[in-house]
């Protein structure tokens, strides 16, 4: 990655674990920590946060080390200048909303003031919560204060500790969309820990898969996505592909809207997005079909052409095809198929075939929740 505003590169030994971590982190946007439990991803925040002290390596934050082992260098949490948000909210519940964000201020510690209250209640929703307690809020509603109170001490990095986890799914659907508003309004780094694949779908711009203490990949979140040797990622039942897209055109008559991958075309139902705004079009692996002849009168309405990369087995007995979209060179489109299927249609790689995808979920479809599926 040719700019990176942290790069990390830590090697610590805690009893049995040993984390030998290395990655990079883009200068603006979320960079997911991705993997299971035990994988080391909270260990390396410690690390970035300096609540942890790496045995070797170097952290650096926009050109600046934070940690060095062989310059002996190894800033205290304060001089960081990074927001850190909990599983748990940690909100003072002896303060209202109002005096736990400028206890964010206070933080702060002379830094320049890029954002304010009445800008982080608003982008968070919790304008008419300022006056309650800790107490009076919901889990969604305190880890928004939380996620506020983090950005108002002006940091140049926000670390988020699966913020979701502690949330039902009701409230984690609530919360998602300020997530977002949060991303896009605020022009920093986000290094988000999470095991969830439904919020790094959602959420991330960057990817980075970690494994038994291991960084194992890390790229664009479409590029990671479509790697099939990451079982983490290609041997899951809910495999997909993330698609970048921009909005083409709207058709009103029919509730629809045509997105560009490329030059190839995805229809969805509508979405509340103006023409030309970029949208992220997920497509999971067991919602495509492969055929060899260009299919005709099916309910499906999005039919690519596309030539298959490559076939990889899969632990299940299914087969994951690679489907390299005609028109998009970069766009790869997922599909699980059984190893009959591959056996009776010939399928190989290098192999021109028809992708038909029976649905394609995409945020801010209207009228479909958190992600609008266009079915067959």
């Given at each position: 990655m040719s700019?990176?505003?942290?790069?990390?590169?830590a090697e610590k030994a805690l009893g049995a674990f040993r984390l030998d971590a290395e990655f990079e982190a883009a200068p603006k946007g979320v960079t997911a920590l991705f993997g299971a439990s035990g994988a080391g991803k909270s260990t390396v925040l410690a690390a970035v946060a300096g609540a942890l002290r790496p045995d070797r390596g170097r952290i650096a934050l926009n050109g600046r080390a934070l940690f060095d082992a062989e310059a002996g260098i190894d800033l205290p949490m304060e001089r960081r200048a990074i927001g850190w948000v909990f599983q748990d909210a940690r909100l003072f519940p002896h303060l209202s909303v109002a005096a736990n964000l400028r206890y964010g201020l206070q933080r702060a510690r002379g830094r320049a003031l890029r954002v304010?209250?009445?800008?982080?209640a608003a982008v968070l929703g919790v304008e008419a919560l300022l006056e309650r307690r800790p107490r009076d809020l919901s889990g969604g509603e305190r880890q928004r204060v939380s996620m506020g109170r983090a950005l108002l001490?002006?940091?140049d990095l926000l670390l988020m500790d699966e913020p979701l986890s502690a949330l039902d799914a009701l409230?984690?659907?609530?919360?998602?969309p300020f997530l977002e508003r949060l991303k896009a309004t605020f022009d920093l780094p986000i290094?988000?820990?999470?095991?969830s694949f439904a919020e790094v779908t959602r959420l991330a711009d960057r990817l980075v898969v970690m494994d038994g203490g291991k960084v194992v990949a890390q790229g664009p979140l479409a590029a990671v996505l479509a790697r099939?040797?990451?079982?983490?990622l290609a041997g899951r039942s809910d495999a997909a592909s993330a698609l970048e897209a921009v909005v083409a055109s709207h058709d009103p008559a029919r509730g629809l809207t045509h997105l560009r991958v490329g030059d190839a075309e995805l229809l969805t139902p509508s979405l509340d997005k103006p023409e030309g705004a970029a949208v992220r079009a997920l497509v999971l692996a067991r919602d495509v079909l492969i055929a060899v002849e260009e299919p005709r009168g099916l309910s499906a309405r999005n039919v690519l052409a596309a030539r298959i990369a490559r076939l990889d087995p899969r632990a299940d007995g299914t087969v994951l095809a690679s489907l390299a979209l005609s028109g998009a060179p970069d766009a790869v489109v997922l599909s699980a198929v059984t190893r009959d299927a591959v056996e009776a249609l010939s399928l190989a790689p290098g192999l021109a075939v028809w992708a038909v995808v029976k649905s394609v979920a995409v945020e801010g479809a209207r009228g479909g929740g958190l992600l609008s599926a266009l079915d067959d």
């Open positions: 700019e990176a505003a942290l790069t990390v590169r304010g209250i009445d800008e982080v001490s002006q940091p409230r984690k659907s609530e919360i998602l290094l988000y820990v999470t095991h099939p040797d990451l079982p983490l």
